[in-house]
């Protein structure tokens, strides 16, 4: 393997991996909020009984969030110096801007809101949940900031020796990008959370075990992940898909799998990218709906990947495509599930209905499963790019840490990511299965 | 501007370790001073709640740096690609082993994270000094201004040098040495009993090495990298940081002696700024020095962002540094006092 192809490596690995935190706490932010602002209105301890359940997950989703994400900021200077350099006076804004805005909010107040429950009384409590919430969303905000800057890049100017000017303070924190990708990713998270938190409910009542819990876990999740899902197809999906038309045609063509342009495009729900013959093998279709998807005509036509110069291409087509679908895949499914979960919920059957709750207690993993790959598709459909028609990814790493020693900093980071997984899934088992019942002092 | 914003770069560094310093600190001591489960727990108390907020000094030093000044950001993290990676490592290991040791009782499980907590918070100590170390003693910048430093070569001062030679192992040694007194002075601070007589002690004794060490590192450095003295001697005003890290010295001894337990812990964070603030003045106007050819150190002039790029950030930095101190402020306050054993905590 070359240099380039490690530290590309290196950063989707630490990335991927990474995500799997946060992606759970910025959604139980805010589940754990709606259940503080269900103790506060009602008195009931119960519900701050379940906060208190939650927050321990989140404590422990968070530490691993915290010790993986300190490796991302450094992997830009350590392995993408070259890109760190030209663009670090644009993108380190928005990620300076994370670090002094987000993370000093929402670690001041987590501080607060695991060891100070007493002193600060209910309202007190409330609002620093509430403050958690707030810190771990304006986090995300930056960060998608950062990457739409990098889909999309505004508010710059080049200099004279081809280097990165930011002109544009605002163009750069509004992004057109930024608005439609924010919401879509964080919608994902309170998905994940909402699916994790139904999992957990329905493990309780299949088990015959906190079962009062088990069915608080279920209502809320449910109720939330209802509107979540939905929202994720439309309008973020959809506003999402629009951007990407107008502003990186040739990645939608990849995604798509369509490899000719095409009046009144069909969209595909399966087959496989051939590409030596540059076709789908076995495509499973249905006619015009991706035209009128993009242009909101069903005669609209849609440029395939031959309208465009094959070193515009995204250099894994088939990865990127099978992201694609399987997040698309995966989302449709998940609103199937939530709407039948509510449905049932309404009639006052879920708590009873025994194949719906081994459905919901086995559907957590698929979140995680589906936000990845949106990760992904959006991270592989803009390749070539680093900086989307601007600077090349093969343009942007560190010259002078060599393909070995970056290959011994990977094995690392998997070595003790491997260990890292053993200690959280032990932990969080240990935590599920000792429920919500007494407070652990 | 460029000059503004080296100094509140260096600031904000300076803050990671004066906060993150102390429960580093605590973190190389607490085998010591704390022996059993229930003293090694309000050790842990006493940064539970802020030790979070202290590391993101290093995320939000590093963001500022980034921006501030891309071009150093990008050659010194290439260039020290090896040792930054073990700091993460570390990072990682010693925020898991806070985070997870109470979370299961027994025999095994606690030592063994304590055992964790104590050696990746010495390493991390150890490694932030040798990169103190590297960065005075300069490094093999060529002209595209990046380099690549192995972990060691013959651990000489030569054309090659790695991350650790003689030098850098040695300003290594003094910062363990700080950040263990710091940590011991904190606890002192904050506990009560056993615990803070142990760490009373300690602090009582390991106070002899640090003028020790002080003195000999400042003489080294001196010859290594003789821009300091002759900045010193251009501008004599500078001496005051010196001064300021001679008062805290001196400070730690007369405050602890006389059981002022905060003010012996200021004394320390003084010791910590004066000594950090007298390197950034020394190395001034370069961020990045060459060991062999002075031309080729990078001067904050080349490494800094276009100038709209620094007013802009200016007009966030600064209200977003006055939010950050009203919530430490907050913090401390809330926390303020001596760690009680029977404190609720759940994570």
């Given at each position: 393997?070359?240099?380039?192809?490690i530290?590309?490596?290196?950063?989707?690995?630490?990335?991927?991996y990474?995500?799997?935190?946060?992606?759970?706490?910025?959604?139980?932010?805010?589940?754990?909020?709606?259940?503080?602002?269900q103790?506060?209105?009602?008195?009931?301890?119960?519900?701050?009984?379940?906060?208190?359940?939650?927050?321990?997950?989140?404590?422990?989703?968070?530490?691993?969030?915290?010790?993986?994400?300190i490796p991302?900021?450094?992997?830009?200077?350590?392995n993408?110096?070259?890109?760190?350099?030209?663009?670090?006076?644009?993108?380190?804004?928005?990620?300076a801007?994370?670090?002094?805005?987000s993370?000093?909010?929402?670690?001041?107040?987590?501080?607060?809101?695991l060891?100070?429950?007493?002193?600060l009384?209910?309202?007190?409590?409330?609002?620093s949940?509430?403050?958690?919430?707030?810190?771990?969303?304006?986090?995300?905000?930056f960060?998608?900031?950062?990457?739409?800057?990098?889909?999309?890049?505004?508010g710059?100017?080049?200099?004279?020796?081809?280097?990165?000017?930011?002109?544009?303070?605002?163009?750069?924190?509004?992004?057109?990008w930024?608005?439609?990708?924010?919401?879509?990713?964080?919608?994902?998270?309170?998905?994940?959370?909402?699916?994790?938190?139904?999992?957990?409910?329905?493990?309780?009542?299949?088990?015959?075990?906190?079962?009062?819990?088990?069915?608080t876990f279920?209502?809320?999740?449910?109720?939330?992940?209802?509107?979540a899902?939905?929202?994720?197809?439309?309008?973020?999906?959809?506003?999402?898909g629009?951007?990407?038309?107008?502003?990186?045609?040739?990645?939608?063509?990849a995604?798509?799998?369509?490899?000719?342009?095409?009046?009144?495009?069909?969209?595909?729900?399966?087959?496989?990218?051939?590409?030596?013959?540059?076709?789908l093998?076995?495509?499973?279709?249905?006619?015009?709906?991706?035209?009128?998807?993009?242009?909101?005509?069903?005669?609209?036509?849609?440029?395939?990947?031959?309208?465009?110069?094959?070193?515009?291409?995204?250099?894994?087509?088939p990865?990127?495509?099978?992201?694609?679908?399987?997040?698309?895949?995966?989302g449709?499914?998940?609103?199937?599930?939530?709407?039948?979960?509510?449905?049932?919920?309404?009639?006052?059957?879920?708590?009873y209905?025994?194949?719906?709750?081994?459905?919901?207690?086995?559907?957590?993993?698929?979140?995680?499963?589906?936000?990845?790959?949106?990760?992904?598709?959006?991270?592989?459909?803009?390749?070539?790019?680093?900086?989307?028609?601007?600077?090349?990814?093969?343009?942007?790493?560190s010259?002078?840490?060599?393909?070995?020693?970056?290959?011994?900093?990977?094995?690392?980071?998997?070595?003790?990511?491997?260990?890292?997984?053993?200690?959280?899934?032990?932990?969080?088992?240990?935590?599920?299965?000792?429920?919500?019942?007494?407070?652990?002092? | 501007?460029?000059?503004?914003?080296?100094?509140?770069?260096?600031?904000?560094?300076?803050?990671?370790?004066?906060?993150?310093?102390?429960?580093?600190?605590?973190?190389?001591?607490?085998?010591?001073?704390?022996?059993?489960?229930?003293?090694?727990?309000?050790?842990?108390?006493s940064i539970?709640?802020?030790?979070?907020?202290?590391?993101?000094?290093?995320?939000?030093?590093?963001?500022?740096?980034?921006?501030?000044f891309?071009?150093?950001?990008?050659?010194?993290?290439?260039?020290?690609?090896?040792?930054?990676?073990?700091?993460?490592?570390?990072?990682?290991?010693?925020g898991?082993?806070?985070?997870?040791?109470?979370?299961?009782e027994?025999?095994?499980?606690?030592?063994?994270?304590?055992?964790?907590?104590?050696?990746?918070?010495?390493?991390l100590?150890?490694?932030?000094?040798?990169a103190?170390?590297?960065?005075?003693?300069?490094?093999?910048?060529?002209?595209?201004?990046?380099?690549?430093?192995p972990l060691?070569?013959?651990?000489r001062?030569?054309?090659?040098?790695?991350?650790?030679d003689?030098?850098?192992?040695?300003?290594?040694?003094?910062?363990?040495?700080?950040?263990?007194?710091?940590?011991?002075?904190?606890?002192?601070?904050?506990?009560?009993?056993?615990?803070?007589q142990?760490?009373?002690?300690?602090?009582?004794?390991?106070?002899?090495?640090?003028?020790?060490?002080?003195i000999?590192?400042?003489a080294?450095?001196?010859?290594?990298?003789?821009?300091?003295?002759?900045?010193?001697?251009?501008?004599p005003?500078?001496?005051?940081?010196?001064?300021l890290?001679?008062?805290?010295?001196?400070?730690?001894?007369?405050?602890?002696?006389?059981?002022?337990?905060?003010?012996?812990?200021?004394?320390?964070?003084?010791?910590?700024?004066?000594?950090?603030?007298?390197?950034?003045?020394?190395?001034?106007?370069?961020?990045?020095?060459?060991?062999?050819?002075?031309?080729?150190?990078?001067?904050?002039?080349?490494?800094?962002?276009?100038?709209?790029g620094?007013?802009?950030?200016?007009?966030?930095?600064?209200?977003?540094?006055?939010?950050?101190?009203?919530?430490?402020?907050?913090?401390?306050r809330?926390?303020?006092?001596?760690?009680?054993a029977?404190?609720?905590?759940?994570?």
């Amino acid at each position: 393997m070359d240099a380039l192809t490690i530290h590309r490596w290196h950063f989707a690995f630490t990335v991927t991996y990474h995500y799997l935190f946060p992606q759970l706490t910025m959604g139980l932010a805010l589940l754990i909020v709606l259940l503080k602002t269900q103790a506060l209105r009602t008195g009931c301890e119960h519900y701050d009984r379940s906060a208190r359940f939650w927050a321990k997950i989140f404590g422990i989703n968070f530490g691993m969030g915290v010790v993986t994400g300190i490796p991302m900021e450094f992997q830009f200077g350590t392995n993408w110096a070259q890109f760190s350099k030209s663009a670090g006076g644009v993108i380190g804004q928005t990620l300076a801007m994370e670090g002094v805005f987000s993370f000093f909010l929402e670690s001041t107040f987590l501080g607060l809101f695991l060891y100070g429950e007493k002193r600060l009384g209910p309202r007190g409590h409330w609002f620093s949940a509430m403050m958690v919430f707030l810190g771990s969303w304006l986090s995300g905000f930056f960060i998608i900031a950062t990457n739409a800057w990098m889909q999309h890049p505004v508010g710059y100017t080049l200099g004279p020796k081809g280097e990165i000017l930011l002109t544009s303070f605002s163009a750069l924190l509004f992004n057109p990008w930024v608005g439609w990708q924010y919401l879509h990713n964080m919608i994902g998270a309170v998905v994940t959370a909402c699916f994790v938190m139904a999992a957990v409910g329905a493990f309780y009542l299949l088990s015959g075990k906190h079962t009062d819990y088990g069915r608080t876990f279920l209502r809320v999740s449910v109720v939330v992940g209802a509107v979540a899902t939905v929202l994720m197809a439309y309008p973020t999906g959809d506003g999402q898909g629009k951007k990407l038309t107008r502003h990186q045609p040739v990645t939608l063509a990849a995604m798509e799998g369509l490899f000719r342009t095409t009046v009144g495009a069909p969209i595909v729900l399966m087959g496989q990218p051939d590409m030596e013959k540059l076709e789908l093998d076995n495509p499973l279709e249905i006619p015009r709906v991706l035209s009128f998807l993009t242009y909101n005509r069903w005669q609209a036509e849609v440029k395939g990947l031959d309208a465009f110069p094959r070193d515009q291409w995204p250099d894994n087509i088939p990865l990127l495509y099978y992201s694609y679908h399987i997040m698309v895949g995966l989302g449709t499914i998940f609103i199937a599930i939530m709407a039948l979960s509510a449905l049932l919920l309404r009639k006052g059957q879920l708590y009873y209905c025994r194949p719906v709750l081994w459905l919901l207690m086995l559907a957590f993993p698929f979140p995680y499963i589906a936000n990845t790959a949106g990760w992904m598709t959006v991270e592989l459909g803009r390749q070539p790019w680093l900086i989307y028609g601007l600077m090349r990814t093969s343009e942007g790493t560190s010259s002078h840490v060599s393909a070995g020693n970056a290959l011994f900093t990977l094995l690392g980071f998997m070595g003790m990511y491997a260990l890292l997984s053993v200690l959280f899934l032990f932990l969080v088992y240990r935590e599920i299965e000792h429920g919500p019942e007494e407070v652990k002092t | 501007m460029e000059t503004l914003w080296y100094c509140l770069v260096a600031i904000m560094i300076a803050m990671y370790v004066v906060f993150d310093g102390f429960d580093l600190g605590a973190g190389i001591l607490h085998l010591h001073v704390a022996r059993s489960d229930a003293e090694r727990i309000g050790v842990l108390r006493s940064i539970g709640p802020v030790w979070d907020g202290n590391e993101v000094w290093l995320l939000a030093a590093g963001g500022t740096l980034y921006f501030a000044f891309p071009l150093l950001y990008a050659s010194s993290f290439s260039g020290f690609y090896l040792p930054l990676m073990m700091v993460l490592w570390l990072l990682v290991l010693r925020g898991i082993s806070i985070e997870f040791r109470n979370h299961v009782e027994g025999p095994i499980w606690k030592p063994f994270w304590d055992g964790v907590f104590c050696l990746s918070s010495a390493l991390l100590a150890l490694f932030f000094g040798v990169a103190l170390g590297n960065v005075v003693r300069g490094v093999p910048l060529d002209a595209s201004s990046y380099f690549f430093e192995p972990l060691w070569t013959d651990f000489r001062l030569g054309k090659e040098p790695g991350i650790l030679d003689w030098y850098t192992v040695l300003v290594g040694i003094a910062s363990v040495l700080t950040l263990t007194m710091h940590g011991a002075l904190w606890v002192v601070l904050k506990t009560e009993g056993d615990v803070q007589q142990r760490a009373r002690r300690a602090a009582l004794s390991l106070w002899w090495g640090l003028p020790a060490i002080t003195i000999v590192v400042t003489a080294v450095t001196f010859q290594i990298q003789p821009h300091i003295p002759s900045r010193l001697n251009s501008q004599p005003w500078g001496y005051i940081f010196p001064l300021l890290a001679l008062a805290g010295l001196v400070g730690m001894r007369w405050f602890t002696k006389r059981s002022r337990e905060l003010e012996s812990f200021l004394a320390s964070c003084t010791y910590i700024v004066g000594m950090l603030t007298s390197t950034v003045f020394g190395v001034y106007p370069y961020v990045l020095p060459s060991n062999s050819d002075p031309e080729l150190g990078i001067t904050l002039y080349e490494a800094a962002a276009p100038i709209y790029g620094l007013k802009v950030g200016l007009a966030w930095w600064i209200p977003g540094m006055l939010l950050v101190t009203a919530y430490f402020v907050f913090v401390y306050r809330h926390f303020a006092g001596k760690v009680k054993a029977e404190e609720e905590g759940y994570h």
